[in-house]
Nanobody, 121 residues
Framework: QVQLVESGGGLVQAGGSLTLSCAASGSTFSAYAMGWFRQAPGKEREFVAAIRSSGTTYYANSVKGRFTISRDNTKNTVYLQMNSLKPEDTAVYYC???????????????WGQGTQVTVSS
């Protein structure tokens, strides 16, 4: 069991940067794979990035080279550093946790409430 709270969303100009944070509590954070997802209005929720307990990372092609996922197990926190932001990155961003199995999937076990990221042109 884990509770997740996202923060760091906001309004930025195209080409700018933003870092999202996800604080976890209620369980052993280091045992979980962590993922970031996003959902724009009228669209399906999509995979953005994930990081295993070992530190291995995975990225959607749309963000590869621009976004970086990382985790600090001593702080029970996962981060998403977003650079070179584009208007199409505008969405609600969700943090999620999964114990075992495939992680490049939307089928995670625990989800945060989301934080809005808006990129202006």
């Amino acid at each position: 069991q884990v509770q997740l709270v996202e923060s760091g969303g906001g309004l930025v100009q195209a080409g700018g940067s933003l870092t999202l944070s996800c604080a976890a509590s209620g369980s052993t954070f280091s045992a979980y794979a962590m993922g970031w997802f996003r959902q724009a209005p009228g669209k399906e929720r999509e995979f953005v990035a994930a990081i295993r307990s070992s530190g291995t990372t995975y990225y959607a092609n749309s963000v590869k080279g621009r976004f970086t996922i990382s985790r600090d197990n001593t702080k029970n926190t996962v981060y998403l550093q977003m650079n070179s932001l584009k208007p199409e990155d505008t969405a609600v961003y969700y943090c999620a946790a999964k114990l075992g199995g495939l992680i490049i999937t939307t089928r995670y076990d625990y989800w945060g409430q989301g934080t809005q990221v808006t990129v202006s042109s």
